[in-house]
């Protein structure tokens, strides 16, 4: 079985600082490691993925995150928060081979304060 | 990556009623999902839909209440059927292609009266 915990519900950060989202992920084997966004009113967009190599993986807007297997973790960064940050941040893991489900997070609200 | 459309955006239907929604995608998938969530909180899987073969509907889920079709690569329909009030949500299609990644569609947000 395999799961994923996003153990803060909310994260709150000033415009400008660098802002953390945790994940820690429970997959026997070598895990596939997704981010996903949510803005309100919309369906959840793809930010970043590990599948292999590069411990730090680079996606969309900024965002990058580092894969660590000894902490089981692959919490997502950026140096710097925007506004426009403000959204639900899923993280998500799968098992290869690729067609297999996929297990969510329960999802941790960013709020970024001007 | 993949471009997902679904339809429609958002419906208001009265309970013991059928919606049937739509999803689009831009090019030819291997697999397509579909998934419920609440406002704010985590998404649950429905079922898994693979063109050619019955839908794989997850626990809790039955295909007389969520009959799914996938005539071809680039096309499903979900159906919620006799619908109550519980059956409000936010319904989201989502695709993968040859790689690990799913891409989702903007939803369909169903409040059910």
């Known amino acids: 079985a395999q799961s994923v915990a996003q153990p803060e519900d909310q994260v709150n950060v000033a415009e400008g600082n660098p802002l953390t989202v945790k994940c820690t992920y429970s997959?026997?084997?070598?895990?596939?490691l997704f981010w996903y966004v949510q803005y309100p009113n919309r369906g959840l967009q793809f930010l970043l993925k590990y599948i292999t190599g590069d411990n730090l993986v680079k996606g969309s807007y900024g965002f990058e995150a580092e894969f660590n297997k000894s902490q089981t973790s692959f919490h997502l960064k950026k140096p710097s928060a925007l506004v426009s940050d403000s959204a639900l941040y899923f993280c998500?893991?799968?098992?290869?081979?690729?067609?297999?489900?996929?297990?969510f997070g329960t999802g941790t609200k960013l709020q970024v304060i001007p | 990556s993949a471009v997902i459309s679904q339809k429609p955006s958002r419906d208001i239907c009265q309970r013991g009623t059928s919606l049937t929604i739509q999803c689009q995608v831009d090019s030819q998938v291997t697999m397509m999902f579909w998934y419920r969530q609440q406002p704010g909180q985590s998404l649950t899987l429905i079922a898994t839909?693979?063109?050619?073969?019955?839908?794989?509907?997850e626990s809790g889920f039955v295909i007389d209440k969520f009959p799914i079709s996938r005539p071809n690569l680039t096309f499903s329909t979900l159906t919620v059927s006799n619908m109550s009030p519980e059956d409000s949500s936010i319904y989201l299609c989502s695709a993968q292609g040859g790689g690990e990644t799913q891409y989702f569609g903007p939803g369909t947000r169903l409040l059910v009266l």
């Open positions: 998500a893991s799968s098992r290869p081979p690729g067609y297999q489900k996929v297990t």
């Open positions: 839909a693979n063109q050619g073969s019955e839908a794989t509907y």
């Open positions: 997959v026997s084997g070598n895990p596939y």
